[in-house]
């Protein structure tokens, strides 16, 4: 599975921005999609996460803000993000997993596959 990130950029408080992460090779078998990010000097925190059956999850720092979805035909992961905050600037990756599994959505460790990141910076 290749996951290729693309959407970032520069925008100013307040403003938005559609992330899509286009997926190749055997997803078929994942169970969850899920959106992280990474500001400079720190780890890696959950964003957003989607099931195959379309249930969606958030960080309660970006609820009301911003939306998780998929696009099955395209193979495709998106994440709009609206009232973006200074706060939000950081790298963000789109993550697969393999299949089911009890680890929550919010762990890195649940994913086998992930993107190369494109940056988000709000000033």
């Known amino acids: ?9 520069s ?16 997803t078929y078998s994942s169970y969850c999609m899920g959106w992280f990010r990474q500001a400079p000097g ?19 720092s970006v609820k009301g803000r911003f939306t998780i979805s998929k696009d099955n035909v395209k193979n495709t992961l998106y994440l ?4 973006l905050k200074p706060e939000d600037t ?19 460790a649940r994913y086998s596959y992930w993107g190369q990141g494109t940056q988000v ?3």
């Open 121 to 123: 910076t709000v000033s």
């Open 42 to 60: 720190k780890e890696r925190e959950e964003v957003a996460g989607i099931d195959s059956d379309g249930t969606t999850s958030y960080a309660d």
């Open 90 to 108: 950081a790298i963000y990756y789109c993550a697969v997993d393999r299949g089911f599994s009890l680890v929550p959505w919010t762990r890195v």
């Open 11 to 26: 925008v100013q408080a307040g403003g938005s921005l559609r992330l899509s992460c286009a997926a190749s090779g055997d």
């Open 1 to 9: 599975v290749q996951l290729v990130e693309s959407g970032g950029g």
């Open 80 to 83: 709009q993000m609206s009232s």
